[in-house]
């Protein structure tokens, strides 16, 4: 992955049309596709899982930057790797053992991200900030698509940029939830490189410059 990446959530797609939906990333300049994997208990939906995404998997070469918003993540990493993942971030507040799922990641070939939802402070994953790829910063409570940034996650953008200049790490920084053309600068402004958007991606109104 490059910086400064777009990558266009399929959450916000037609799900009876998903091809229509990849081949829309690839020609709007997306550097990867985000796929959100919903269990309904971590989040109070349910999207779709491993069948899903090997079906799709076929239809492009755009990395899959998979989203597990579930509980015990642990369990599925291995299923997701194989399924096609390229990138597999869980959620801070769904691990215990964040290290370890970090090392299982890795050891399938594939980069590893963390998420933390807009309540959990930066402070919490800092220690291990220089073992992972990404860290997805969720600017809206997660679960269900077209909501508002919420404006103090910004802070939490910049706070990392500082610790990754600090610390000299290498992680990207993801950015999902309410990202548009109205605040898509001041967001890469705070130090993203990778923009999630879904609904303003989707409905035609997001435009990709960066």
Request: one cysteine or more; aromatic letters at 8%; hydrophobic letters at 45%.
């Amino acid at each position: 992955m490059k910086s400064r990446i777009l990558s266009p959530s399929l959450l916000s797609a037609d799900f009876s049309s998903l091809e229509k939906a990849v081949k829309l990333c690839e020609e709007k300049g997306a550097g990867a596709v985000h796929i959100d994997v919903m269990d309904g208990h971590f989040v109070p939906q349910i999207t779709y899982g491993q069948p899903v995404i090997k079906s799709i998997r076929k239809l492009t070469d755009l990395p899959f930057d998979v989203h597990l918003m579930v509980e015990r993540p642990g369990e599925m990493i291995e299923s997701f790797a194989q399924a096609g993942a390229d990138w597999i971030t869980f959620h801070q507040e769904a691990a215990v053992h964040a290290d370890r799922i970090i090392g299982q990641i890795h050891s399938l070939g594939k980069k590893a991200g963390i998420s933390i939802v807009p309540s959990t402070p930066v402070c919490l994953i800092k220690e291990i900030l220089p073992l992972v790829d990404l860290v997805l910063v969720m600017t809206v409570n997660p679960g269900f698509g077209g909501q508002k940034f919420i404006p103090y996650c910004g802070d939490k953008i910049a706070e990392l940029a500082a610790i990754r200049k600090e610390k000299g790490c290498d992680f990207l920084i993801s950015v999902d939830g309410g990202v548009n053309a109205e605040n898509l600068s001041s967001v890469l402004d705070l130090g993203a490189d990778v923009v999630v958007s879904g609904s303003a991606f989707f409905n035609g109104s997001f435009r990709w410059e960066a």
